[in-house]
């Protein structure tokens, strides 16, 4: 049985407490890219009760995509958008989810997060990467902006870290693992790299 909001509230309430839980609740954050790192940043941001996620993606379900990403086989051939949306409900049943099924080129790429407080990219792509870590930067200096870089093999899991590279931009990675080298993406490590972005998240809201 699905709680009631009241009780929804009043649980988170009494995790986080009252005042830090407020400001999660108010929060709007968008998650670019919802892959390994997107869909295990909006699940661990869902359940911390964050108010309003931004989901984009262009992408459908893969079989490829299982054994690191958030959807079921069951899912197979349907958005990501659509299918990580029906997995977050299940989670935060009160949770607000706007989607945008596109590629995020040069001429879109702050269209859509107007109205995030924090923007965690989570591409593949590095040239994704580029063209919205460059937009933000340049075009939306007041926003908060996590990325990521490197979290492919079975290397050491403490190299995975997160670094604050000016005011309001961190990046959480251990910079140096690429796919492009041979290194396959393995779902503990991609995890723990989406962990990094959903927490350094979280501790710039409770301290704003």
């Known amino acids: 049985m699905i709680p009631t909001k009241t009780e929804w509230i009043a649980a988170l309430n009494e995790r986080h407490g009252e005042d830090l839980q407020k400001k999660f609740s108010s929060a709007v ?12 940043v909006a699940i ?12 984009i993606d262009f992408d459908k379900v893969d079989i490829t995509n299982l054994h690191r990403q958030q959807y079921k086989a069951s899912q197979i051939g349907k958005p990501k958008t659509a299918a990580l949306s029906d997995n977050l409900l299940e989670i935060a049943p009160y949770i607000v989810l706007e989607t945008h099924n596109v590629k995020i080129d040069e001429q879109n790429a702050t269209e859509f997060f107007k109205d995030a407080d924090i923007i965690c990219e989570a591409f593949d792509n590095p040239e994704a990467k580029a063209i ?21 093999g079975l290397g050491d899991p403490n190299l995975i870290h997160t670094k604050k590279i000016t005011d309001k931009f961190y990046l959480s990675g251990d910079e140096v693992s690429d796919t492009k080298d041979g290194l396959s993406l393995f779902a503990p490590r991609v995890a723990l790299c989406a962990a990094h972005q959903a927490l350094t998240a979280l501790r710039i809201l409770s301290l704003e």
């Open 132 to 152: 919205l870590v460059n937009a933000v930067l340049e075009k939306a200096p007041e926003k908060y902006l996590i990325a990521a870089s490197g979290m492919a």
């Open 44 to 55: 661990a941001l869902a359940r911390a009760g964050i108010g309003k996620l931004i989901l």
């Open 29 to 40: 954050v968008a998650v670019c890219g919802l892959g390994g790192l997107g869909s295990n």
